[in-house]
């Protein structure tokens, strides 16, 4: 487990410490296996941060018939501060060019109900995220540079609260695709952020979100 606080040099020294998992072209994807730890524990293979201001959020594994292992990831702090998004960083992998996908539930939020997943992270504040929000009924990709987030393109569609939705995003050099529920919705370009970087779940605000069939695949 580890919570960060810090920011910066310190931050970005402990990126690259942490271990990474090296992948040829073509490799089998990975997926996290949630149900080694017990309801209530927190996955050692995570790192937890946020990106903004507010509480630090707090992520454990929660049991859920519904879910895939009968275990989900969960983000349950309710802190209603809007600039605030909680990450869950995936400490074993790095990558660069990959696709990542998960499942996630949005369960409770008054400000936000929202899921995403983040790719290429560098910092706290620094990274893409890929995120659907069940109150807007709408999927957004982003930018995050320096804390500040901006949009870089959006789709409308409907988001069911307390329903299983797939999320995916493909990252190759600088063009980018987002998948919700199996469907292509985003296809865009960006070159901010050129170098591989970690994985990591998203939330925002106080949204409740539980997490599951967390998969990762290098395409290099």
């Known amino acids: 487990m580890t919570h960060w606080v810090g920011y910066g040099l310190v931050v970005l020294a402990a990126t690259s410490a942490w271990p990474a998992i090296a992948f040829g072209q073509g490799s089998n994807p990975i997926t996290v296996d949630l149900s080694v730890t017990p309801p209530g524990g927190e996955p ?4 937890f941060w946020r ?3 507010g509480e630090a959020a707090r992520w454990t594994i929660v049991a859920d018939p519904t879910a895939a292992s009968g275990r989900a990831l969960a983000q349950v702090s309710k802190d209603r501060t809007d600039y605030r998004f909680p990450l869950a960083i995936y400490k074993p992998f790095s990558g660069k060019d990959l696709e990542l996908s998960m499942r996630f539930k949005p ?4 400000v936000d109900e929202a899921g995403g997943i983040a790719v290429r992270l560098q910092t706290p504040d620094d990274y ?3 995120r659907a929000n069940a109150l807007e009924d709408n999927v957004r990709f982003y930018r995050v540079v320096k804390g500040n987030r ?3 393109a959006g789709a409308n569609v409907k988001v069911s609260a307390n329903q299983w939705h797939t999320l995916a995003l493909k990252a190759e050099g600088d063009s980018f695709t987002v998948t919700f529920d199996g469907k292509a919705l985003i ?3 960006d070159s901010t952020f050129p170098d591989a970087g970690k994985v990591a779940l998203w939330t925002k605000a106080d ?3 539980y997490f599951d069939t967390i998969s990762m695949r290098s395409l290099k």
């Open 44 to 47: 050692s293979d995570f790192a």
């Open 51 to 53: 990106t903004g201001q």
């Open 107 to 110: 369960v409770a939020g008054t």
């Open 128 to 130: 893409y995220v890929a």
């Open 150 to 152: 901006e949009q870089l």
């Open 187 to 189: 296809s865009t370009r």
């Open 207 to 209: 949204s409740v979100t």
